[in-house]
């Protein structure tokens, strides 16, 4: 495996279930990121990890939860989410102290989630 | 707080012809750094092209530039002899040059079809 890779691609699940996205990246690099991609709108930034330690948490409801167990691996853990939480969430990754703002961010391919 | 627009939902182009994307932001910073993201139906977001603001010069890469106007806070992205291959949304971002700065902006995009 090459890149950002996350699985699965494709997510259905009911509002009362408990599900887990997970990103692995094999590029080396210390910053990993989650995504919320909806039809027609920017992304939004949900989550940032920089060297293992979460670094931001944009006012992200609690029913997503991030863990990231080492640079190479990041999860989102769901629990009781609604439909309007249906997206394509996106993981990316990049290199650098401190975040560096110049380096190109590495996406992975999304997983598509559906909530019924 | 930093806002990045795209006025375009959908352009089209002929094949081998020339195609440019528009993007627009809106921040109160002097240094930041803007990109050009494709994002093809695969869904992979892949870097097309990266603009320093301290930098004058536009930045090109192959059929790819960008015409960045600091002043009328503009980065547009230029395809020049498209092919069928860059049929694709694109995302036009922006990211603070402040270090640890966390967070990318993203416009909504633009899906750009290539006739044959």
């Known amino acids: 495996e090459t890149g950002v890779t996350q699985t699965p691609r494709h997510l259905v699940m009911g509002m009362t279930n408990k599900k887990s996205l997970k990103c692995e990246q094999h590029?080396?690099?210390?910053?990993m990121y989650w995504y919320k991609q909806s039809a027609k709108k920017p992304l939004e930034l949900m989550f940032v990890?920089?060297?293992?330690?979460?670094?931001e948490n944009n006012s992200v409801p609690s029913r997503f939860s991030p863990e990231c167990p080492n640079s190479s691996h990041l999860f989102l853990h769901l629990h009781t989410l609604q439909p309007e939480d249906s997206a394509l969430y996106l993981c990316?990754?990049?290199?650098?102290?401190?975040?560096?703002?110049?380096?190109?961010?590495?996406f992975g391919p999304g997983t598509r989630l559906t909530v019924l | 707080a930093q806002t990045v627009t795209q006025s375009q939902p959908e352009m089209s182009v002929q094949e081998a012809e020339t195609v440019t994307l528009s993007c627009t932001y809106d921040?109160?910073?002097?240094?930041?750094?803007l990109f050009w993201y494709k994002q093809p139906p695969s869904r992979q977001m892949i870097l097309v092209i990266r603009?320093?603001?301290?930098?004058?010069q536009n930045a090109t890469e192959n059929r790819f530039s960008v015409n960045f106007q600091k002043a009328a806070k503009s980065f547009s992205l230029k395809i020049s002899d498209s092919q069928l291959g860059d049929a694709a949304m694109y995302f036009c971002?922006?990211?603070?040059?402040?270090?640890?700065?966390?967070?990318?902006?993203f416009g909504a995009g633009t899906r750009l079809t290539v006739k044959p």
């Open positions: 590029l080396g690099h210390n910053a």
């Open positions: 603009q320093e603001a301290y930098k004058q």
């Open positions: 971002a922006y990211r603070s040059a402040l270090w640890g700065n966390n967070d990318m902006r």
């Open positions: 990316a990754s990049s290199q650098g102290e401190l975040l560096a703002p110049y380096n190109e961010q590495f």
């Open positions: 990890y920089s060297l293992e330690e979460r670094v």
């Open positions: 921040t109160s910073e002097s240094d930041y750094y």
